[in-house]
């Protein structure tokens, strides 16, 4: 099906995102000061990008892994039923772990995760999302640590894609469609 043409405009720039990801991670910092070695579990696909930089932020010994839940398809609108798609390849019990996310919108994407991930009995386990629309929010589910809480828009950029497009651009754009439907 051919994509409505849409233009993007810049909501949060690449310096401002630099600038909040310096003070999430002295906030990660201060929380897991007594970790041995913190789990960084990412949720792909969307963030790549912000793991990237958040764990070259953090001064502290840390693991990566990833782990991908179902999610939007092509469209724009939320599946509601989540799967997981990619497990982790280590193991979590007893450990400290952050789980990274692009952006809480109905929530029902990190309360599935979460509850899933818990069932394997982490000893500490945050949450953090760089983008947050709390407008969107269908289930009761907060983040731990949030970037930037935004309106109910849909963006792309920095990891983020509208139907596997422009997730190489460095800020967070705003689409906006160009034809009058
Ligand atoms: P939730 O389960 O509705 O909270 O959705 C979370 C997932 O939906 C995010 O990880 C994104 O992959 C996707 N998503 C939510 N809002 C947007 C958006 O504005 N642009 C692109 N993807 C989005």
């Known amino acids: 099906m051919p994509h409505r043409p849409y233009e993007i405009d810049v909501m949060i720039s690449a ?21 041995d070695k913190l789990v960084v579990v990412g949720l792909l696909r969307g963030s790549f990008v912000f793991i990237a930089d958040l764990v070259r932020e953090l001064d502290m010994p840390v693991e990566v892994d990833f782990l991908e839940a179902s999610s939007y398809g092509d469209g724009m609108e939320s599946s509601r039923e989540v799967r997981i798609l990619k497990d982790l390849r280590g193991q979590i019990e007893g450990r400290d772990v952050l789980v990274v996310e692009d952006i809480v919108d109905t929530g029902h994407t990190l309360k599935h995760v979460t509850e899933f991930l818990q069932t394997r009995n982490p000893a500490k386990m945050r949450c953090i999302a760089l983008l947050d629309k709390p407008a969107r929010r269908e289930v009761d589910f907060k983040a731990d640590l949030i970037g930037f809480e935004i309106p109910d828009e849909f963006v792309v950029g920095y990891g983020i894609d509208f139907a596997q497009r422009n997730r190489n651009l460095p800020f967070i754009g705003k689409v906006r469609f160009t034809d009058p439907a």
């Not at 401002?16 to 999430?24: G, P, T, V, Y």
């Not at 991670?25 to 897991?32: K, L, P, Q």
């Open 15 to 35: 310096k401002a995102i630099a600038a909040r990801i310096e003070d999430l991670a002295r906030e990660i910092g201060r929380e897991f000061a007594d970790t």
